[in-house]
Nanobody
Framework: VQLQASGGGLAQAGGSLTLSCTMS????????LAWFRQAPGQERDFVAAANRGGGNTLYADSVKGRFTISREDAKNTVYLRMNSLNPEDTAVYYC???????????????????WGQGTQVTVSS
């Protein structure tokens, strides 16, 4: 299984970006999916998750109401729409997939089996 993230870049405060992550080697529909982010010198933190089937989503408090995770299983792709960006959102963003059997997706990093390579998001003030 490989995950390829894209869509990062430079945005101004208040702007928007959409990240994409495409899975190859397996069908995305069999996995819970999540986005994490890591700022310089910081740990990798949970951002958002969508469970298998997409009926349930979970967000970190810091992004709730601003970011939206969605999945398009037919395209083997998960997205993260980021609105109202601020400089504190600057980080490398990673997508991840969890093959676990639970109904709900997890916010725990160690639950995820597969990781993308990361895409840089930089927000200027």
């Amino acid at each position: 299984v490989q995950l390829q993230a894209s869509g990062g870049g430079l945005a101004q405060a208040g702007g928007s970006l959409t990240l994409s992550c495409t899975m190859s080697g397996r069908s995305l529909r069999n996995y819970h999916l999540a986005w994490f982010r890591q700022a310089p010198g910081q740990e990798r933190d949970f951002v958002a998750a969508a469970n298998r089937g997409g009926g349930n989503t979970l967000y970190a408090d810091s992004v709730k109401g601003r970011f939206t995770i969605s999945r398009e299983d037919a395209k083997n792709t998960v997205y993260l729409r980021m609105n109202s960006l601020n400089p504190e959102d600057t980080a490398v963003y990673y997508c991840a997939a969890d093959s676990g059997v639970d109904y709900f997706a997890s916010s725990r990093r160690d639950e995820y089996d597969y990781w993308g390579q990361g895409t840089q998001v930089t927000v200027s003030s």
